[in-house]
């Protein structure tokens, strides 16, 4: 974990930043650097405060996902210490009353929804302000609207981010009596998005020197590049790398930005967390052998007869297949369904079908 800034004078905001995470496998080493951000804050002499953020998909698609509705990957957040999360737009190719579900069961911290306007969401708060020092951050989320980035029949009404930011700007500075000192919007599109969104908030008279910063996902590349008055900071998908951000002030009170990204395999795996990522990925593991219609019939693309499965797997849900398999196949599931699940999950039936297949079994 790097040092403070040398030139930091009270107090400084740490963030420490993932995006676009499909497994579990690396959130131990995510807790660790939260922690390890925390504790560089704490030996800094003005102080600070660290926070660790998921710029959206963090739900779907997995494989763990497909086999509880997105209960272990919502868990998960807890366990890696995560403060603030958006939304991303696979986290809708659960039906809305899952979704919502899922996003309960994050009790460390707060999902943010600043521009998503369907009713089933509305709960979500629109923004939060985060004490540094004797200044405030204003956080925001903020998904693409862009359509096309969805399934058909599962996107959000989403309002302009552009329009949205400063409509939660307006809302924080009547909350706060006073402009914010910071605005630290998390988002949810592609980068070229992300240049457009911080090029106009450059123009903004407030916005423009308060947003050092943009912290974005969707893309899956480590993206670390300057776009109007921001830095824009994506740190690849599944946490293998992760972001650690700065925004600091000096002495003479000039507000400065720094960035690091780091290999999540620099951390160790931090033990509570460990153990739950092993105890979800037996289940998948066991569930994955649990697998057993008859090879044939996968691979001709049929529908597998329920008769042909192992009487451990109750398949509950029909799901469709995304492209390019287009016939229904059955998927174990625990509480709720109805999401489509990836190719890749696909294959690995087939695989393991093929090397565990023993014959029809029938209740």
Not at 156 to 170: I, S
Request: hydrophobic share 45%; with cysteine.
């Amino acid at each position: 974990m790097p040092s403070p800034p040398p030139e930091a004078c009270g107090a400084f905001l740490r963030v420490v930043s993932i995006n676009d995470v499909y497994k579990l496998d690396n959130y131990p080493r995510v807790a660790t650097a939260v922690a390890a951000a925390r504790a560089s804050v704490a030996v800094h002499p003005g102080g600070g405060v660290a926070l660790a953020c998921l710029n959206g998909d963090f739900l779907s698609p997995c494989t763990v996902t497909a086999l509880d509705g997105g209960k272990a990957m919502a868990d998960a957040l807890n366990y890696a210490l995560i403060d603030y999360a958006c939304l991303g737009n696979k986290e809708f190719d659960l039906p809305l009353p899952g979704l919502v579900r899922s996003l309960a069961r994050f009790t460390h911290g707060k999902v943010l929804n600043s521009n998503v306007l369907d009713t089933e969401l509305a709960a979500l708060p629109r923004f939060d302000c985060v004490r540094v020092g004797e200044r405030t951050a204003v956080l925001a989320g903020l998904l693409t609207p862009d359509r096309t980035k969805y399934r058909p029949t599962g996107y959000p009404h989403a309002m302009p981010m552009a329009e949205a930011c400063n409509e939660v700007w307006r809302e924080a500075k009547a909350a706060l009596g006073a402009s914010g000192d910071l605005f630290l919007p998390m988002t949810h599109q592609p980068i070229k998005d992300d240049c457009a969104l911080a090029a106009c908030l450059a123009e903004h008279p407030e916005l423009g020197v308060r947003t050092p910063i943009l912290l974005g996902g969707h893309d899956h590349e480590v993206d670390v590049r300057e776009a109007g008055g921001a830095l824009i900071v994506k740190a690849g998908c599944d946490a293998a790398s992760i972001a650690v951000v700065d925004v600091y002030w000096t002495a003479s009170g000039e507000q400065k930005r720094a960035c690091k990204v780091i290999a999540a395999k620099e951390f160790a795996e931090e033990a509570l967390a460990a153990t739950f990522v092993r105890r979800w990925q037996a289940f998948v593991q066991e569930s994955m052998e649990d697998f057993l219609p008859v090879a044939q019939e996968l691979l001709c693309h049929a529908a597998p007869r329920p008769h042909h499965l192992h009487s451990r797997s109750r398949l509950l849900y029909h799901l469709p297949l995304r492209a390019p398999i287009r016939h229904p196949v059955l998927i174990y599931g625990h509480h709720v369904g109805l999401w489509p699940f990836g190719v890749g999950l696909y294959k690995k039936m087939v695989t393991s079908t093929m090397k565990k297949m023993v014959g029809p079994e029938a209740e």
